[in-house]
Every structure is written in structure tokens, then in C-alpha cells.
């Protein structure tokens, strides 16, 4: 299973960004896909999910109104679409694949393949 993670940079405070994220060896439609982030110095944390079926979306609060998460699944691929970006949402995002089922999909444990991360830095 590969997650390809792509779309990230610099940006400046207000500036929207468009992540991407690439999976094979998988059958994309049957898993839930997240998308996480990490600051320097901090412990990984939940951004936004999006379940195989419905597809019901989950995000975070800080970053609810701010993000968008959606799916392609004839593509295999999951999107984050990020707007006004702000200084503190510089991070290495993550992607990540989970098989589905009754699981909480805002927790790492729920995922079992993870991207490589890109890396979004927002200046003030």
C-alpha cells in the first residue's frame, strides 16, 4: 500500500492550498481516509476524515469552516482543500488509510497506512 502526499509549500496568512493524497495497492473505496497534521514539537493530530460509504465527514473543530475533505474514488484519491490558512496551521500533513468498520476515525488508531507527509508552512 503507498499514500502519496502532495500539494503542500509556503504560503502567506489568508491564502487557501489544495492537498492531495494518492493511494494504490488498496481498494480505496471500501477504506476511510483522514488527514493529520504534526507541528514541530508537537504530537500528531486529527484534521478531517472522510468514511468509505456515506461519505460522512468528521473535522476538527479548530479548523471546521476552514477545510473540506472529499474523495475520488474512480481516482483513488482524497483531497484537503485548506482556506484561510493561518501561521499555526504550519505543519507536515498526513494522509492515512483505515479499513472501514465502527471505528473512531479522528484517532491514529484507526488507520492502518500512512503517506509520507507534505509539508504546508503559512507565513504571517
Known amino acids: 500500500v503507498q499514500l502519496q502526499a502532495c500539494g503542500g509549500g509556503l504560503v502567506q496568512a489568508g491564502d487557501s492550498l489544495r492537498l492531495s493524497c494518492a493511494a494504490s495497492g488498496l481498494t480505496f473505496s471500501t477504506y476511510n481516509m483522514g488527514w493529520f497534521r504534526q507541528a514541530p514539537g508537537k504530537e500528531r493530530e486529527f484534521v478531517a476524515a472522510?468514511?468509505?460509504?456515506?461519505?460522512?465527514?468528521y473535522y476538527t473543530d479548530s479548523l471546521k469552516g476552514r477545510v473540506t475533505i472529499s474523495r475520488d474514488n474512480a481516482k483513488n484519491t482524497v483531497h484537503l482543500q485548506m482556506s484561510s490558512l493561518k501561521p499555526e496551521d504550519t505543519a507536515v500533513y498526513y494522509c492515512?488509510?483505515?479499513?472501514?468498520?465502527?471505528?473512531?476515525?479522528?484517532?491514529?488508531?484507526?488507520?492502518?497506512?500512512w503517506g509520507q507527509g507534505t509539508v504546508v508552512t503559512v507565513s504571517s
Open positions: 492515512a488509510a483505515g479499513r472501514s468498520g465502527f471505528v473512531d476515525v479522528r484517532r491514529l488508531s484507526a488507520y492502518a497506512y
Open positions: 472522510i468514511r468509505w460509504s456515506d461519505p460522512t465527514t
